[in-house]
């Protein structure tokens, strides 16, 4: 643990990065400071944060998921042939998306674990077979879902924010919460520490690494159901490139690639500091690609900052 | 004189490991260098061979007459000092010849590597040598002994007037220790000297023409092979030092808490622990000496249940046959390690002391899975205080504590999980004296509370000094038990050597 | 070392195994032109019809399911004339899989291709060298550019809509609810389309002709995703934004979602094309004012009839323009 001015800086930097890009974005495009887009960002956060919650949990255990973009499509997928075709409602779509997004997260950390592949690899490989797998759940088609859906997206009425915020912040306070005062966070941060010296210490690594895993994918469950209520369908097309931002907003927040320290708070100031780059880039007029480049780009600055503050 | 060397000193952050150390070789010797572990052998060796590159010690010495001030390995190689590794520095996957000319692969007009000419000239190397492979067979392809063959060309390949050979006849057959001396004999007649660096004193008066003796960091005698023998040797490794042999203060032993019964242990389909028998009682500490290699360190993780397969025996630990076969049984049955390399497999070195401390009881300090932190705040308190531990605090990073503090860390998340029996593997190693008194007072308290220790020690002085019985090992099976009384330390060192030596070479 | 207890041997079996799993099972979904479905041909085959492949665009978009249905009841009824395989594409940009398709129908023994392309010029080096196979090359829904077409000898009949009269409809029906002088901003097509580019062409025809203001012209890529990201984005830089011209119906969906989420349902206008089964819902309560009906059905149907007209006479027929319904409610 840092000393508590360490911690705090980092927090202001973030803050200060924010700031920077909201005054950068609010010269170059008119209408950015505006309640407009203020809602516009606060829309593309949930789904945003509930991964990025748990992907922070992931990688302070020195492991990352490259397939939740199409673990997304997949659960989105999922619920749409549910409540479309068998005709159920949100609540157990819900359930079915959170239940569907954990077990491939098992699977994945499984093969990690058990096979003793990098985590890396196997969610690469996982995302080809989930994409593939929305593909033929919905036979290539996009499912219209309608109102039904749409409920958990919208705003609460009388409040500013929808469910969907509510139940990502709910998760930003708990993944921290279990960060900092579980024993499951402990063994999560002990294991992407130093494995060895974790399972010598009787830490249950390969069990670790597992929940860290599923945990992972059962928020991404959710925020598969959070997508489909923008849209108000689930499209299988859905989630193309959510990974990098999800893992820019992690690293931008600081928590480092190779495992052992993390923030879910500060990936929380990544989350605000990727959506907001990205309205912005949209507002501009920067076609999709240059997005890409610009997101890519932003990973590799903060990956590169966090080794040069490790070494310092 | 081929290699002269005087006053050499090199210090590591606080620890002297040669001190004023000097070292001649001369033209076309076999001279072997004897020592226990620690004794500084590595380290003069890395010296001269220029791992540790001028300026990065004091003293100084001379390779054929020219002062030497090697700044990297490269240098050293230049200068025809070459280093035939224990753990062969080759490369499987090429071929024999390539393997020869690593680095220095014959090349047409500057660019393409000539592989005819290689394999010729690697030939030739080999034939040199007494040997006919075919240089353009992967090396992967030989045993062990031929790739030490290899190994051997090379160096010579270079030019090498100078071969360093450490533990060479470690992984060696019978027959193949014949060629090997043979060979050596040969270069010998050739002009070419050889620092002989091994543990087999009969292996080391068949070949040398000298003898030196390091002991804890210092040239203590060199010796004409001719004039001496193995006890004479054995001795010197050992000498006289009487200061901590009163450092036990032993309870009455209690109940058998530990007993171990014809322990059978393979890695990796090699046959590494037979015949392994003791008893542990309570308020007991036993000592586990031996050389490197000789399966200490192993047969404690294996108990621990993070090494080896069993393939006999049995382990009763508090009169229960447990099945010993992960961390956490073992630390749930009484049993826990503190491992010998406390910065790789013992400490997670960015955290704090705090966290480190409670990490094997998180599950008796918390409820629900939410750790209780008064609870943990307090039994963190009180092991940092009994145990002494100088940092700032619980929230210090324990990557900057020194060696003793974060192996008074490591003991003290061990102990917070009070384990019947606790395993130390080393538990002084890079310690400076004073943390080493503290450790040693800590284990008579331990046993004092009832706790039985098992005490793995390279060093004989700290083994005889703390334990009530010594176990020696060689070559993974028992070599000796001794009491307190009847143990010397000549006694432990020829146990350790694994043979009755006769007192003089015919 | 410390704690890695597996044989050595068996490391490296292990990790061949995982490797040659993960390599079959890459290879597994990788074998089908990645996410494009082909199903077997229709019943009723003896295998001495010709076969007609009928390659799509994204069959996510319910436009192309609605083709496909038209093209297999056509083929029902006219079982004995042909084989039909239908194929299409994963998203709207895929323009490499839709390569593969054709080739890959080519290869299928295919004596007519009936395409939707994703791209107006890129796909017709492709289409040129199934025609050198002999293979009979018709047009449908977006127009491959003229010039390309020329300088590469490609011959071939186009069935279509006029594309630009259809979005000049909508257009003015949309501007009877607006006021001259209001703000709109127009959601095209992939750019380098045609049919997109007539499209935007016609929404800029009935703009101009109502005096509408138009604010700006962004890319959607005909995906309802992004076509969301584009919408949400221009409602907050275009505060008095009145309406949202969108070149298909999938974006016009993602677009309502957009203005929904604004909270400017009712002040901002959508508009729409293709008139697929989703956009109903939105017509009907007023979201949506206007979209255009292709008759994908049809258009299937008609390009199938031309191929076949084509291998009877030996030649590539004339183009065919098919209608175009404006519909509101």
């Known amino acids: ?113 058990k096979l003793r592949l990098p985590s890396f690899i196997v969610s690469l490989g996982m995302l080809e077979i989930a994409r593939g797998l929305a593909f033929l759940t919905t036979h290539s088609q996009t499912k219209y879902i309608g109102a039904a859906v749409e409920g958990i997206g919208t705003a609460i009425h009388g409040w500013v924010v929808s469910p969907a915020f509510v139940v990502a912040l709910a998760a930003v306070a708990a993944g921290q919460a279990m960060l900092s005062y579980t024993v499951l966070g402990r063994y999560l941060i002990a294991v992407g520490a130093n494995q060895e010296a974790a399972s010598l210490s009787g830490v249950p690594v390969d069990r670790t690494r597992l929940w860290a895993h599923a945990i992972l994918g059962g928020l991404t469950g959710f925020a598969a159901v959070i ?43 990544g989350v605000l500091i990727v959506a907001t780059l990205e309205a912005g880039l949209v507002q501009i007029g920067a076609t999709e690609p240059l997005k890409r480049v610009v997101t890519g780009a932003v990973i590799v600055v903060a990956v590169f900052a966090d080794t040069w503050r490790r070494r310092a | 004189m081929m290699l002269h060397a005087e006053h050499l000193t090199k210090r590591f952050a606080g620890v002297t490991a040669l001190h004023d150390v000097s070292f001649e070789l001369r033209p076309g010797e076999i001279h072997a260098l004897c020592g226990e572990n620690g004794a500084g052998k590595s380290t003069l060796i890395n010296l001269l061979s220029g791992v540790h590159p001028h300026g990065s010690y004091e003293g100084r010495f001379e390779v054929a007459g020219r002062e030497a001030r090697f700044r990297s390995i490269r240098d050293a190689a230049a200068s025809g000092i070459a280093v035939i590794h224990q753990e062969l520095a080759c490369i499987d996957e090429m071929t024999i010849a390539e393997n020869i000319f690593l680095g220095r692969e014959p090349k047409r ?103 030196t003796v390091l002991r804890d960091g210092a040239t203590v005698c060199t010796l004409e092979a001719d004039a001496a023998d193995e006890a004479v040797v054995v001795r010197h490794m050992v000498g006289r030092e009487i200061a901590d042999l009163h450092a036990r203060s032993a309870p009455p032993p209690g109940q058998t ?151 008074k860390v490591v003991i003290g998340r061990a102990l917070m999980t009070r384990p019947k029996v606790v395993m130390l593997d080393e538990p002084t190693r890079g310690i400076d004296i004073g943390a080493k008194r503290e450790i040693y007072a800590l284990i008579n308290r331990l046993t004092a509370d009832g706790c039985a220790v098992l005490l793995v020690s390279s060093e004989l002085f700290e083994l005889l000094g703390l334990s009530d019985r010594i176990l020696m090992l060689h070559d993974g099976a028992m070599s000796g038990t001794f009491n307190r009384n009847d143990a010397t330390p000549e006694t432990l060192m020829r146990a350790a050597l694994g043979a009755a030596i006769p007192t003089r070479r015919q | 070392m410390v704690t890695d207890r597996a044989e050595y041997r068996s490391d490296r079996t292990r990790v061949l195994l995982a490797i040659a799993g993960l390599a079959a099972i890459l290879g597994g979904t990788g074998c089908k032109p990645a996410g494009g479905s082909l199903d077997s041909p229709a019943p009723a085959s003896s295998g001495r019809q010709p076969k007609v492949a009928l390659i799509m665009k994204s069959l996510a978009n319910n436009f ?201 349902v009712h002040s901002v206008l959508i508009t729409g094309f293709d008139d697929i089964a989703a956009i109903k819902p939105l017509l009907a309560d007023g979201r949506v004012v206007a979209t255009a009906d292709q008759h994908a059905d049809q258009l299937a149907a008609f390009g199938i009839e031309l191929a076949l007209e084509a291998l009877k006479e030996g030649k590539a027929g004339g183009d065919r323009t098919t209608a175009v319904d404006l519909v509101t409610h």
Request: aromatic share 4%.
């Open chain 2, 109 to 211: 007009w500057g660019v393409w590597v000539d592989r005819a000419s290689a394999e010729r000239s690697a030939a030739e190397e080999l034939a040199k040598l007494g040997v006919s492979i075919d240089p353009s067979a992967p090396l992967r392809s030989l045993g062990v002994g031929h790739k030490q063959l290899v190994e051997i060309a090379k160096a010579l390949a270079r030019h090498s007037r100078i071969l360093i050979l450490d533990e060479p006849t470690a992984a060696l057959a019978a027959h193949e220790v014949e060629v090997l001396m043979t060979i050596l004999r040969d270069l010998r007649a050739r002009g070419i000297s050889c620092i002989y660096i091994s543990h087999r004193l009969e292996e080391v008066f068949d070949i040398a023409d000298r003898v």
């Open chain 2, 257 to 407: 808490v530990l007993t171990v019964v014809d322990l059978a242990v393979t890695d990796r389909g090699e046959q590494r622990l037979r015949d392994i028998s003791f008893d542990l009682r309570a308020g007991e500490v036993l000592g586990i000496g031996g050389l490197m290699g000789a399966g200490r360190s192993e047969l404690l993780m294996h108990l621990f249940g993070v090494w080896g397969r069993r393939t006999a025996g049995r382990v009763v630990l508090m009169g229960h046959t447990v099945p010993l076969d992960d961390p956490r049984a073992a630390l749930k049955s009484g049993i826990a390690l503190v491992t010998e390399d406390r910065r790789r497999f013992g400490l997670l070195l960015e955290e704090s002391v705090g966290f480190n401390l409670s990490l094997s009881s998180l599950g008796e300090l918390s409820r629900a899975g939410v750790i209780r932190g008064r609870e943990e705040a307090a039994a963190n308190t009180h092991w940092f205080e009994s145990l002494g531990i100088k940092a700032s605090g619980l929230r210090g990073i324990v990557g900057r504590l020194s060696g003793g503090n974060q192996q």
């Open chain 1, 227 to 269: 997508n489909c209520s923008r849209l108000g369908s689930a499209d299988p097309n859905a989630g193309v490139g959510f990974e990098l931002s999800v893992i820019a907003a992690v690293v931008v927040g600081g928590t480092s690639l190779l495992g052992g320290r993390g923030s879910v708070v500060k990936s929380l100031l």
């Open chain 3, 64 to 264: 192309f399911a609605t083709m496909a249905d038209g093209a297999r009841r056509h083929q029902a009824e006219h079982t004995a004339d042909y084989e039909l395989s239908v194929a299409g594409i994963k998203n709207e940009t895929d323009l490499n899989e839709q390569v593969n398709l054709v080739e890959q129908a080519v290869a299928q023994g295919a004596v007519a291709i009936v395409i939707a392309p994703a791209d107006s010029k890129a796909l017709v080096p492709a289409l040129k060298r199934a025609q050198q196979q002999g293979v009979v090359i018709v047009n449908i829904d977006n127009r491959l550019d003229a010039d390309v077409v020329r300088r590469s000898g490609l011959t071939m009949s186009f069935v279509g809509p006029d594309n630009r009269d259809g979005a000049r409809r909508v257009g003015l029906a949309l501007a009877a609810k607006l006021k001259p002088g209001d703000d709109v901003a127009i959601i095209e097509g992939v750019t380098t389309a045609f049919n997109g580019q007539q499209r935007r062409a016609g929404f800029e025809d009935a703009m101009q002709a109502a005096g509408m203001h138009i604010v700006a012209v962004q890319s959607g890529e005909w995906e309802m995703e992004k076509a969301n990201n584009v919408a949400t984005n221009l409602l907050a830089a275009h505060p008095s934004l009145k309406a949202l011209l969108c070149a298909n119906d999938n974006m016009a969906i993602g677009a309502a979602a957009a203005v929904a989420a604004a909270g400017k």
């Open chain 1, 1 to 113: 643990m840092r000393s508590r001015l360490g911690r705090f800086s980092d927090l202001l930097v973030l803050l200060v990065v924010w700031g920077g890009l909201i005054l950068l974005f609010g010269r170059l495009s008119s209408g950015f400071l505006s309640t407009a887009t203020l809602g516009a960002v606060a829309n593309r956060i949930p789904a945003l944060l509930l991964t990025a919650t748990g992907m922070t949990l992931l990688m302070v255990t020195g492991g990352i998921d490259l397939s939740v973009g199409s673990v997304l499509g997949l659960c989105g997928a999922v619920v749409g042939v549910a409540m479309v075709d068998f005709g159920w409602s949100l609540t157990g779509a819900i359930l079915l998306s959170i239940l569907l997004g954990s077990f491939v997260g098992g699977v994945n950390g499984l093969v990690s674990v």
